[in-house]
């Protein structure tokens, strides 16, 4: 059984470049999550998916950031016009929704991105 | 304001102590659900242990337990025996029922296991 995987695992981009993060969860789980982890802080939540809808998005950090899980597997997140404050890693998380419960999330490896 | 507090920013030991990792958290919901999380050296967090908030149970796990106290909103992790493998940033995190999915971590102690 594969875990969540991430592509790329590393990122150096210019400031005002756009940039897409891939994430691929565990082949069974139906959601999907995105975090944003700065250096000596633990995770933020940023949004989440159940299938191809997208359940919760508020805390996205601003309109620079999307995403989106077209078919309900891989999801895709998105930074335009990058600024030098958006250097973290990005941490994909997926999970199998229980009825009634709060779901384990099983993490990925994460995207490092720097912005220079 | 902060729902998890790990106050241990870093902690060290030497090999084959014990070592209690704090976590104190904050909520109004009477369902959440407790985690802690491993994030060694490579980055990626691995899944330690759940709890919700009905299980006050005690838990053991080989050498790691855990002690849930919901009179002091503490989660607390000790590690026995601890071992050079052991260094890594441990996260607490809580989920709310009202909230569903979303996980709010600690800052994380980081433990580094000396030789």
């Known amino acids: 059984d594969t875990g969540v995987s991430q592509d790329p695992r590393h990122k150096i981009t210019k400031r005002g470049q756009n940039v897409t993060f891939r994430c691929d969860p565990i082949?069974?789980?139906?959601?999907l999550y995105w975090y944003r982890q700065t250096l000596g802080q633990g995770p933020e939540f940023l949004t989440y998916?159940?299938?191809?809808?997208?359940?919760?998005k508020s805390r996205l950090l601003s309109d620079r950031f999307s995403a989106e899980r077209p078919k309900g597997s891989f999801s895709t997140l998105e930074i335009q016009r990058t600024e030098q404050g958006d250097s973290a890693m990005y941490l994909c998380?997926?999970?199998?929704?229980?009825?009634?419960?709060?779901?384990?999330?099983?993490f990925g490896p994460g995207t490092r991105l720097t912005v220079l | 304001a902060q729902k998890v507090t790990q106050a241990q920013t870093e902690i060290s030991v030497v090999e084959k102590e014990d070592v209690t990792l704090d976590c104190v958290y904050e909520?109004?919901?009477?369902?959440?659900?407790l985690f802690w999380y491993k994030q060694p050296p490579s980055g990626e967090l691995v899944f330690l242990i759940r709890?919700?908030?009905?299980?006050?149970q005690n838990e053991i796990s080989g050498r790691y337990s855990w002690n849930f106290q919901k009179s002091t909103s503490s989660f607390n992790f000790t590690i026995t025996a601890s071992q050079v493998v052991d260094s890594a940033v441990y996260f607490c995190?809580?989920?709310?029922?009202?909230?569903?999915?979303?996980?709010?971590f600690g800052t994380g102690t980081s433990l580094t296991v000396i030789p």
């Open positions: 995190a809580l989920s709310e029922a009202h909230t569903g999915n979303q996980f709010y």
């Open positions: 998380a997926s999970s199998l929704s229980s009825s009634g419960a709060t779901d384990t999330q099983y």
């Open positions: 909520t109004r919901d009477t369902t959440y659900y």
């Open positions: 998916f159940q299938n191809e809808a997208q359940l919760e």
């Open positions: 709890r919700n908030s009905f299980d006050e």
């Open positions: 082949s069974e789980h139906n959601r």
